[in-house]
């Protein structure tokens, strides 16, 4: 990548020297081309804090930065200024007082749920898309239809699980729930099992203590059956992947599968011959590969630009900066700043596939990107989609 000293260099400016108004444009290689629109984005994090909320901030805007320089090589002329959002107690107007002077044509923050409300209400005044990056907590994107929520609230999320499985599974099966002592996804099992009863799937019901000749007492002969706990704890994923490994390993006549959470995918690697054995099925909104020849190069370029590794988390912060990057700025470039849910540029995204709809009329946008990555018992991974 070619241009990444002009993201570290911007990097060194805002972090280094504390200066967070300062403009990053970024014009065509190739000046004797068409004049193209510039694409002006504001970008408000707590660029300076200590702890988690200053570092996946910093992550998310390096690899918002490298996008930039990817979407520079595509002749498009992009503006970028930055500003600390101070801490929670912060008065976050005059920020965005700042913000409205540039006339952007996105605005991306906040993180802290304190700043949810005014910013909320100046997307309002200022007819502006927001996106918020990290949060799915967000009430006010039920009602404002400017704010773009990059982690979809977790009804959303929900539901594009359930039309996910629903789609991928056909007319016939049933859903085994295992009951947890956690119950921490009871709501989204309930929900689960009340839309693929109307698919025509059976459901049943097992302990978490459930023995294995209890098992083959619930499971039906000629149809898929896929077991799901009612508690996305990876400690549950290790102790059923293993039970129903064991199970196909006696019963392989059974077409049984295992379905799981996004919390699994963090552990996937190190539990991954079980999971295969256990014919997994994570469902998940985000997909960090490994083994991607982009992923790796784009890692590598990371390293070189920014003299730093990328945190080892789900989602990788960096990736998620990248991949919103590509999407919102050739996504504005070709469609206008009110492109959103009217067109998906066509972007070769690494991590997360964003696709952005509005749930309901005056409602904002979410992502509605949903996988399951299937743990194949040939130890391929098949990445399923709801498109």
């Not at 060194?12 to 504390?18: H, M, N, P, S, Y």
């Not at 990056?133 to 977790?154: G, H, K, M, Y």
């Not at 099992?189 to 203590?209: F, H, I, K, N």
């Not at 469609?335 to 009329?361: E, M, N």
Request: net charge neutral.
């Amino acid at each position: 990548m070619k241009h990444l000293f002009l993201s570290r260099l911007v990097l060194v400016v805002l972090l280094g020297f504390g200066v967070f108004s300062e403009a990053v444009c970024v014009a065509r290689a190739a000046l004797t081309q068409p004049a193209q629109p510039t694409v002006r984005v504001s970008v408000v994090l707590p660029f300076g804090a200590k702890g988690v909320e200053g570092s996946r901030s910093v992550e998310f805007y390096r690899g918002f930065l490298m996008a930039v320089d990817v979407v520079k090589q595509r002749g498009i002329n992009v503006c970028v200024n930055a500003y600390d959002e101070g801490t929670p107690r912060t008065d976050i107007a005059p920020i965005l007082e700042r913000v409205s002077a540039t006339h952007p044509d996105l605005l991306i923050a906040p993180v802290y749920p304190s700043h949810f409300e005014s910013v909320s209400a100046f997307a309002t005044r200022a007819t502006l898309p927001t996106a918020v990056p990290f949060s799915s907590r967000i009430s006010q994107i039920t009602s404002n239809p400017f704010l773009v929520a990059l982690n979809a609230p977790e009804t959303f999320r929900s539901q594009a699980a359930v039309d996910l499985v629903a789609k991928n599974f056909g007319k016939s099966g049933q859903i085994i729930v295992v009951q947890t002592a956690e119950a921490s996804e009871r709501d989204f099992t309930d929900a689960l099992s009340a839309e693929m009863r109307q698919q025509g799937y059976a459901v049943a019901t097992l302990p978490q203590s459930f023995t294995t000749a209890e098992l083959q007492q619930v499971v039906r002969a000629g149809v898929p059956n896929l077991i799901i706990p009612d508690a996305s704890e990876v400690e549950v994923m290790r102790a059923l992947a293993e039970r129903v490994r064991l199970y196909r390993t006696a019963h392989s006549a059974d077409n049984i599968a295992l379905l799981g959470y996004p919390e699994w995918g963090g552990e996937a690697a190190r539990n991954a011959a079980v999971l295969h054995e256990a014919n997994t099925y994570i469902l998940t909104p985000s997909f960090y590969n490994t083994y991607d020849v982009c992923t790796r190069n784009l890692e590598a370029d990371y390293k070189i630009a920014f003299g730093s590794v990328p945190t080892d988390m789900t989602p990788r912060l960096f990736l998620l900066g990248y991949d919103f990057g590509l999407y919102a700025l050739v996504g504005i470039a070709e469609g206008g700043a009110t492109f959103w849910g009217s067109k998906t540029p066509a972007v070769a995204q690494l991590q997360t596939d964003f696709r952005f709809a509005r749930p309901s009329a005056g409602c904002g946008f979410v992502n509605t990107c949903m996988w399951m990555l299937h743990y194949k018992t040939d130890r391929s991974i098949d990445k399923i989609s709801r498109i």
